[in-house]
């Protein structure tokens, strides 16, 4: 007798359930639970230019601190969070968390760094989320260029128009817009006609390949003459080495992230890095 669970409804165990829908059950007590007692935390990845190889800014990255599991991956809830609607009210406290972060690297002196936000096209469902950006925005005195949203995808868009307008919405708060995974999933070349993206984030799958595998590296070329000449900038996620990172800048990629530049991170340690005057390797980037 169990109902399907539809956003913000519950159900209890019954023993007839199979182990899975059981777990499942739990996990999502569990997120209730979470999100009541602020169980999240946000790391930052850093992103560095090709041109310069300083690091132009960092990408916030849910972490779950379950009380006897430790740091659980967001692959693991941020789906359960989309299906049940926490995800709004998580989604916005990453945003507030990551604007205030922006905003105390700018009390450091480190005034010029972009903060990424990743925003499932499940929260533009909520008509107000452009207007909840602005708020967040205008409490931290963050300025609105100097943060990017990132588009992912995990289920085919629902509502295109609304999600349009949406897009347009925050387009007009001055925020830039990049589409994630970009060449997986339901990312599609569409969107970038009729959306007002600004960057495209080439996914991890095509980086991971492109010394070996010659697919992968002309797929990447692609990408990167479509989006150049589409006047979009055009980053690459998941570069781990130095072979991959060479390759990217022959390409005249502008913009590189991944485990070579530094792994997500606490904030206190972004700091340190940042002091530090951290840069990619000159002669890797062709410079002096
Ligand atoms: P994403 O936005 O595409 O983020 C990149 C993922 O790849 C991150 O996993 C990052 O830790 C990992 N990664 C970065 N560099 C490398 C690398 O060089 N090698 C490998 N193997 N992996 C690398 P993470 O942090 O587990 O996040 C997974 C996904 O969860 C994200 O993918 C994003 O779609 C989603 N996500 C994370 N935080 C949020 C959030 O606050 N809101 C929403 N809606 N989704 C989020
Ligand atoms: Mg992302
Ligand atoms: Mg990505
Ligand atoms: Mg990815």
Redesign the pocket.
Known sequence: RAKVVSRGSWLLYEPGMTPVLGARLHLETELAVAVAQGQFLVYY?PKASCRSGAITGF????RWLHPTRGIV???EF?PILEETGL?DRV?AW?LRTACQQLAAWDLLGHDRLTMA????LR?LVDLTYPESVKAILSESGVPAERLEL?L?ESLLMQDVRQTEVLLFRLKALGVRLSI??FGTGYSSLAYLKRLPIDTVKID?TFVQDITTNPNDASITRAIIGMARSLNLSLIA????TEAQLSKLVAEHCDTV????IGK?MPATDTVALLASGWRLPPELIGRP
Do not use: C, K
């Open positions: 990845q990408e916030a990255l849910i991956p967001p692959s941020i995800i989604g990453v936000v990743n925003v499932s929260q990132e992912t994630d995974d991890r996620e998941g570069v781990e992230q991944g485990y070579f997500p």
